[in-house]
């Protein structure tokens, strides 16, 4: 209650189930939940570091404060900066996207732009071998790898919240199609893992 100059707070919680979110993974004592709450564009977004490391996404909160969230499933699932991981959440570019810097009980600090991996030894990221055009594109782009014949490839399109778009695995040599007519105009994070590592791009739709 009050104003937001001089709120006032009961003693005791309106809920010990916000969200119905719970960072403890089954067979553990310590959930270690260390929330963080961002707007997006107007939208409230949940992020949740946890005590194993693991790192969760929640929408759905806007109208819903004593509902259950739901989780975005999306790049963050397959990051692991280590127990006890803490997230730092802001816009430092003043882009459209935002940055996540990513604490640790080690005391390590990982940085993450536009969900795009930086200094995470565990994910090899080929440089260089990778091109994309039309960029931006108005429906369909073409994708050319420069040291890739005849294998499988993972290819992911998520957007600047985290959420999957399009999810392909596919037989390439050496090139690929996608579609991305259907696709709301915006800024994408194009993903595409391979045996030879893991290639990152940004791509815009446009009219």
Known sequence: TGTPAAATFSNTATS??????DAKIPGNLEGNSAPQLVDVAGVYHLFVGSEVGELWHYNNIDSNILGAFTRVNGVLDSLDEGEESIFAIANIND????????????????????FLVSG?????LAQNSLAIFP??????????????INT????????????????KRLWIDQSAELDLFELPVGTY?????TSKGLYVEKIIKKK
């Open 95 to 114: 882009d459209e996207a935002l940055e996540f810097l990513v604490g640790n009980k080690r005391g390590g600090l990982g940085l993450y732009t536009e």
């Open 120 to 124: 995470i030894h565990s994910v090899s």
């Open 189 to 193: 994070i194009l993903t595409v893992e």
């Open 135 to 148: 960029n931006p594109t108005t429906s369909t782009i073409k994708i050319v790898f420069e040291d890739i």
């Open 152 to 167: 499988e490839a993972s290819i992911q399109i998520t957007n600047l919240l985290g959420q999957i778009v399009t999810y």
């Open 16 to 21: 010990e189930t916000f969200g119905f979110v």
